[in-house]
């Protein structure tokens, strides 16, 4: 399988839904895979940042991995969000968790032990050799404290095998544009910054992993798509549209902000699991007016 094609476009990094009670709301999440598909995104990634993963149990995992299986039954591919700041417990995840319909796997950075650029080539070296599928880097040094350099990011596709990509979000343009640049033909990179998914498509990326395009995925997806065909006009007009949306959607938090939007779509209850909270009453308003002006 070529990874760099098959998850080429917009994957959506999928909420968790909750109901009142907080456990996990299947009926809504069987909602939001069937409306994202129906919409034409290319893939679909469950358990990341976006899905509240760090608050959802191992045995909760395996139930909404198997349940994304089943409701998704081919239909496009699934990734699957498997990280952490413990090398050791994310291997074991990597061989307990039910990954055997998995296309990839996501796998953040390792978050607050702010390892150097030798641990995190470690950190994932052993994750590569223990992973029962391909793996894509997350680079996110927003939330983890460390950041991939790009040099770093190329030494592991170069050298690490079961490496098949990297989900870009430190915001770095230059870092980008070295990495493009240098890296192996077959090497995936996507864009994780909704904000700057087209110009990054426009420096040589291969698509994004989105936020935006739970609540958008029609317009997010034909968005990228126009981006790849290298039609930056139509594909400007769709995102200056978009372009309110990202502001309100990380505003506060993520995923609060897009779980706001879909409550008032409908779609889902406003429910986080603490330490995440819903967005203050002041944004739910902007974003009512948001949607009710689309």
């Known amino acids: 399988m070529d990874i760099s094609q098959t998850l080429r476009g917009t994957g959506v990094a999928i909420i968790t839904p909750f109901r009142s009670d907080k456990q996990v709301d299947f009926t809504a999440l069987g909602r939001m895979i069937d409306f994202i598909i129906a919409e034409k995104a290319e893939y679909i990634v469950t358990l990341g940042t976006t899905g509240e993963s760090p608050v959802v149990s191992k045995?909760?995992?395996?139930?909404?991995?198997?349940?994304?299986?089943?409701?998704?039954?081919?239909?496009?591919?699934?990734v699957v969000g498997v990280g952490g700041n413990d090398t050791n417990a994310v291997v074991k995840?990597?061989?307990?968790?039910?990954?055997?319909?998995?296309?990839?796997?996501?796998?953040?950075s390792p978050y607050y032990n702010k390892p150097s650029q030798e641990g995190l080539f470690q950190h994932y070296r052993v994750l590569a050799e223990s992973s029962p599928k391909p793996i894509l880097l997350y680079n996110v040094p927003g939330r983890t404290g460390r950041g991939l350099t790009a040099?770093?990011?190329?030494?592991?596709?170069?050298?690490?095998?079961?490496?098949?990509?990297i989900k870009e979000a430190s915001g770095d343009m230059q870092l980008c544009m070295e990495l493009l640049r240098d890296k192996p033909e077959d090497f995936l990179v996507v864009s994780g910054d909704d904000a700057l998914?087209?110009?990054?498509?426009?420096?040589?990326?291969?698509?994004?992993?989105?936020?935006?395009?739970?609540?958008?995925?029609?317009?997010?997806?034909?968005?990228?798509?126009?981006?790849?065909?290298?039609?930056?006009?139509?594909?400007?007009?769709?995102n200056d549209r978009l372009m309110p949306s990202y502001d309100l959607m990380?505003?506060?938090?993520?995923?609060?902000?897009?779980?706001?939007?879909?409550?008032?779509?409908?779609?889902?209850?406003?429910?986080?699991?603490?330490?995440?909270?819903?967005?203050?009453?002041?944004?739910?308003?902007?974003?009512?007016?948001?949607?009710?002006?689309?």
Request: include cysteine.
């Open 151 to 165: 040099a770093t990011t190329l030494r592991i596709a170069r050298e690490v095998k079961n490496i098949a990509g």
């Open 250 to 294: 990380f505003s506060e938090n993520n995923p609060a902000g897009i779980k706001a939007f879909l409550y008032e779509m409908g779609m889902i209850e406003n429910e986080m699991r603490l330490p995440l909270v819903p967005v203050s009453e002041a944004l739910q308003e902007e974003i009512k007016t948001y949607l009710r002006n689309q």
């Open 197 to 238: 998914a087209l110009p990054q498509i426009a420096c040589g990326m291969s698509g994004v992993i989105s936020v935006v395009a739970n609540a958008f995925p029609g317009d997010f997806s034909n968005m990228v798509r126009l981006c790849l065909q290298q039609d930056f006009t139509e594909a400007k007009k769709i």
């Open 59 to 78: 045995e909760e995992k395996a139930d909404i991995i198997r349940f994304t299986y089943e409701r998704v039954a081919f239909r496009v591919p699934v």
């Open 93 to 108: 995840e990597l061989q307990s968790l039910p990954l055997e319909k998995a296309t990839a796997v996501l796998s953040a």
